[in-house]
């Protein structure tokens, strides 16, 4: 059985979680259905047990803006996107640039919190003649 985030836990161990789940999660490939499980199962209860502690335990996500994966990164803007707007709206809207599932998540964050206006054209982002 998997171990599930505990209020014993502390924010580095939530965020080692929320990490090693997105990495999982990047693995699903096209497979929506399996990508929601694991954010429904393992990211959002972690994510929200960071937020029930405040801006501090959130901002502590900031960090993994820059790491390798792609799903990690989208994971932490969109978790800590309040601890930094500039920084997480930056992150989002690079990975938004690429035509995977990735890309396609960052611009529906971005759709959600900057709304539907705010969100760059997906075929000029792309390249897709109209």
């Keep these: 059985m ?9 924010d580095d161990r939530l965020i080692d979680y929320i990490r090693k789940w997105a990495i999982e999660r990047s693995k699903c490939g096209r497979d929506g259905y399996a990508a929601n499980r694991i954010d429904e199962r393992y990211i959002f209860p972690a994510a929200n047990a960071l937020k029930r502690r405040g801006s501090s335990s959130v901002s502590k996500l900031l960090p993994l803006l820059h790491h390798s994966n792609a799903d ?15 920084e997480c709206r930056k992150v989002l809207e690079e990975l938004a640039k690429t035509l995977n599932m990735a890309g396609i998540m960052a611009l529906m964050t971005l759709s959600v919190k900057e709304g539907p206006d705010a969100v760059p054209n997906p075929r000029a982002l792309w390249g897709i003649k109209e």
């Design 72 to 86: 990690v990164r989208l994971a932490a803007a969109s978790i800590a996107y309040e601890a930094d707007k500039p």
């Design 2 to 10: 998997i171990e599930k985030p505990g209020s014993a836990w502390n």
